[in-house]
């Protein structure tokens, strides 16, 4: 009679474990389920973090060329303008230098 006790008991003991054990794994499953949604999602993110990043860095870029062509046209202007008081400052000696030649003379 015992042995029959302790029989039953051991299969009910069975059971449970076996129910535990596959309770685990539908756990485990879960969190893995979980684990590589979360992943998928913070890949999506980072990807568009980067395009983000690399869209502005490219605005940043042009916004850049833009200044340096706008400095570029303003020292060739700037340039043109000294070349052309040089221009006249040489004129005006000459003329100055032809006025006083005259009156030594």
């Known amino acids: 009679m ?21 309770q685990l ?3 485990k499953h ?6 590589t949604w979360e992943r998928e999602a913070f890949q999506l993110e980072l990807k568009k973090e980067r395009e983000a990043a ?3 860095l490219k605005e940043v870029r042009a916004q850049s060329v ?4 706008r400095l570029v046209a303003a020292s060739a202007t700037s340039w043109n303008n000294l070349a052309g008081k ?4 040489r004129y005006t000696k ?5 006025f006083s030649k005259r009156n030594y003379e």
Do not use: H
């Open 54 to 56: 690399a869209l502005k």
């Open 86 to 89: 040089l221009y006249q400052l």
């Open 30 to 35: 879960q969190f893995e389920e979980n684990l």
């Open 25 to 27: 794994e539908d756990e």
């Open 66 to 69: 833009v200044k340096a062509e």
């Open 94 to 98: 000459a003329k100055i230098m032809a």
């Open 2 to 22: 015992a042995a029959v006790v302790d029989d039953e008991f051991k299969k009910d003991r069975s059971i449970e474990l076996e129910k535990r054990i596959s």
